[in-house]
């Protein structure tokens, strides 16, 4: 199923992207973008922080699929290495495109250490838009405080909020997630698998596993918890970015948007049961935690 996200400046996102971050973090990612695209990827997020754009490239380029068919991100480094301009220069080079269809402000805590370095950061980002190097712009990590900060003088709104979202964050990222839903920011979540993956056997499990229990009856496949955590984020209305060095869990990922929804109980019941820790995975120092 091909579903598409619109962003606020009409350009539409594929809901599932690959990432290159975290388990490829500096490490040559072509073989697994290239699967990643092959299995049926279409939106690829890269980060000149992952030191392996030009291996994201390669990945993209040894795939044989059409750029124009292809999705792809790519952030400011935390600390960028000159003009915000120059560095996306260098990515679009690695990447071997001429335009990036996303360019995130990775993360805005050093930026907010310097009065006025956001709104200015945010004026480059809205040139690079303007020159066409990047399709749609936004940002990653951002706080309400920190949107705020460059709304007050924005020409164009940012198109998306890349965070953290999984129910054990839910406290915080749901303050963020409103927010942006009032602007029209489309929120991108990382780390959605998170209550699975690095803090099992929390107070989400039982839910996450009854909601399998009852889509693999309805659906008449094997319905995993992480498929419900993936259809947690989608009826939530966000852009999902995950990653996995298994096709399987890949297909697994992209078969979520057929299977049945989650009724507004399972969607309540595991928020609330979100609700009763708080575990940040990532980005802590952003979120003064
Ligand atoms: N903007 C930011 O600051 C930021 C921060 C972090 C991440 N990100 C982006 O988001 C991407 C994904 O981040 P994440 O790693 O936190 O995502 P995630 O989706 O929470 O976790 C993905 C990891 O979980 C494993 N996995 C996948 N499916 C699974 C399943 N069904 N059961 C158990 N394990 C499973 C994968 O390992 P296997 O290879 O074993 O499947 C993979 O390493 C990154 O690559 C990066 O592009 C952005």
């Known amino acids: 199923m091909s579903l598409t996200i619109s962003l606020n400046d009409g350009s539409q996102v594929p809901w599932l992207g690959f990432g290159t971050g975290t388990a490829l973090f500096g490490q040559d990612a072509a073989t697994f973008v290239k699967a990643a695209i092959e299995t049926g990827i279409t939106h690829l997020d890269g980060a000149q922080a992952y030191r392996n754009e030009e291996t994201l490239g390669k990945g993209i380029k ?29 990515s679009l ?20 250490k310097e009065e006025g370095k956001l709104k200015q950061w945010w004026k480059e980002m809205e040139e690079i838009k303007k020159e066409g190097l990047a399709k749609s712009i936004g940002v990653s990590n951002f706080k309400v ?19 953290e979202m999984h129910p054990y964050i839910w406290d915080t990222a749901s303050v963020v997630y409103d927010f942006c839903k009032e602007k029209g920011i489309v929120v991108q979540s990382y ?3 998170s209550p699975i993956t690095v803090y099992s056997g929390g107070s989400v499990d039982p839910i996450l596993a009854s909601a399998a229990e009852r889509l693999s009856k309805e659906s008449g496949t094997t319905v995993s918890p992480g498929q419900v ?15 996995s060095s298994k096709v399987s869990r890949i297909k697994e990922s992209l078969a979520v948007p057929s299977l049945p929804d989650l009724t507004s109980d399972e969607i309540s019941a595991i928020e609330t049961e979100g609700l009763k820790v708080h575990k940040r995975y990532r980005m802590r120092h952003v979120f003064d935690e």
């Open 191 to 193: 780390g959605g698998l």
């Open 145 to 163: 405080e920190d949107l705020q900060v460059i709304l007050e003088d924005a020409t164009i709104i940012p198109s998306v909020n890349q965070i």
């Open 229 to 243: 955590l993936t259809k947690w984020l989608i009826q939530k209305g966000v852009i999902i970015i995950t990653t």
């Open 62 to 90: 040894d795939s044989g699929v059409k750029r124009e068919k292809l999705f792809i991100t790519t952030k400011l480094a935390e600390t960028p290495a000159g003009p915000i301009k120059s560095t996306l220069k260098t």
């Open 93 to 112: 080079k690695d990447l071997g495109v001429d335009q990036v269809d996303l360019f995130l402000i990775h993360s805005p805590f050093l930026a907010r």
